[in-house]
């Protein structure tokens, strides 16, 4: 079956509103001769005159009455879904955003955010949910909107980024523990017992990478799958907790901090989502927010 040419919606909503087709035609800037040609398609299309002549004008069949407020209404509709985006009224909306991120960037990014939130569009809902993979399906399948990480391999192809801030490994011990006094070199670091973090179980990571052209290893006790539990056994033990230092601001409270005493890359920390809704303008308000706070300067 051929498809209607749905551009004659429009020319149909004209003439059944002027029932005259010069009047129609100056409406759609087209020759009398262009009209009558598109009235004949219509008729065509339809298998309806339409508009048939009576004395000198022309008045609609009963088809034309039925399909006026019909066509008008598509013909609305079409422009209205067609038409740019409207700012939305962030005081009225009401909407959950899920953000997948990794431990600790709700600890100290989440009371900022969601106080700007608040402020902005208090019907708006944040539910943070944590990352047992890298995998893009929960973006791609809309059970995530957005989520914060390093972009890797395991990332779709086809998601945007935005680049957020950039962070490093640093050493947290407990208040008062040895190494909170004296100098630490590779040497004592590699000493010292560790924790290693890692969600899927893994021993060995960046910072052991890091030791190797050193000859040194570190000796990992324990693994644990997030940095939080991590910093909470440091804090009531002997052992090394080896975490981002913007990730961990607030989790480290209290305890004390070192720089790595050998090189490692910085890890770039980003903002990622669909295409779908690159020009939503409330997912667009919120990844703008989400910006805003990781930019604060913090310690």
Not at 57 to 82: F, H, I, N
Not at 88 to 97: A, E, M, N
Not at 190 to 209: L, M, N, T, W
Request: charged share 25%.
């Amino acid at each position: 079956m051929t498809r209607p040419d749905l551009n004659l919606l429009v020319t149909l909503d004209v003439l059944l509103a002027e029932g005259n087709v010069a009047r129609a035609a100056q409406r759609l800037r087209l020759s009398p001769s262009a009209m009558s040609r598109a009235l004949a398609r219509l008729r065509a299309t339809t298998g309806d005159p339409l508009l048939v002549r009576a004395g000198r004008g022309l008045v609609p069949t009963p088809r034309a009455l039925e399909l006026r407020e019909k066509v008008a209404q598509l013909v609305q509709d079409a422009e209205a879904a067609l038409r740019p985006t409207q700012a939305p009224d962030l005081k009225q909306l009401v909407r959950t955003f899920t953000i997948r991120t990794s431990e600790g960037f709700v600890e100290n990014f989440g009371p900022d955010l969601l106080a700007r939130v608040r402020k902005q569009a208090p019907g708006v809902r944040l539910c943070f949910v944590q990352k047992p993979g890298k995998g893009s399906s929960p973006l791609r399948d809309g059970a995530v909107d957005l989520e914060t990480g390093v972009v890797g391999e395991a990332m779709g192809p086809e998601l945007r980024t935005q680049a957020l801030f950039r962070d490093r490994f640093i050493g947290v011990v407990r208040a008062g523990h040895p190494l909170s006094k004296r100098k630490i070199t590779p040497a004592v670091y590699a000493a010292a017992q560790h924790i290693g973090v890692s969600r899927r179980g893994i021993d060995k990571g960046p910072i052991d990478e890091a030791l190797v052209p050193l000859g040194l290893e570190r000796e990992i006790v324990t693994t644990v799958g997030g940095f939080s539990t991590a910093l909470a056994l440091a804090r009531s033990s002997q052992l090394i907790a080896s975490v981002p230092e913007r990730h961990t601001g607030v989790l480290r409270e209290g305890m004390h901090s070192f720089e790595l005493p050998f090189p490692m890359q910085d890890i770039s920390v980003s903002l990622l989502w669909h295409p779908r809704l690159q020009a939503d303008p409330v997912h667009r308000w919120l990844r703008g927010l989400v910006v805003e706070v990781c930019a604060v300067a913090r310690p």
